[in-house]
């Protein structure tokens, strides 16, 4: 069975910073592409960052890039997404995604995709 669990969402200040993880199992997961999709309420679907299998390619949307940060860790089947000077534009649900290819991830077309965790940011 498949699952991708984020978590390190919360509440913080405008140019503040967190960090989410997404901890993945039942799949190959050192061979496919993980990312990060946002949905701020009443919006729709947003991809957010995409990181290669081997972690040696990132890819990032405008919003964010300079800002945000993906890595991932395939001993421990993690992919992290390091925010920083979060904006209030920033607030939504983020979800971590895996799939076969950049562009399935960039299509928000991802294989498997988490339940998500929310991210607040004040002005």
């Known amino acids: 069975q498949v699952q991708l669990v984020e978590s390190g969402g919360g509440s913080v200040q405008a140019g503040g910073s967190l960090r989410l993880s997404c901890v993945a199992s039942?799949?190959?997961?050192?061979?496919?592409?993980m990312g990060w999709f946002r949905q701020a309420p009443g919006k729709g679907l947003e991809w957010v960052a995409t990181?290669?299998?081997?972690?040696?390619?990132?890819y990032y949307a405008d919003s964010v890039k300079g800002r945000f940060t993906i890595s991932r860790d395939n001993a421990k089947n993690t992919v992290y997404l390091q925010m920083n000077i979060l904006k209030p534009e920033d607030t939504a649900m983020y979800f971590c995604a895996a799939g076969g290819s950049f562009l399935s991830l960039r299509e928000l077309r991802p294989d498997y995709r988490g339940q998500g965790t929310q991210v607040t940011v004040s002005s």
């Open positions: 039942g799949y190959p997961f050192s061979t496919n592409y």
């Open positions: 990181i290669s299998p081997s972690g040696r390619l990132t």
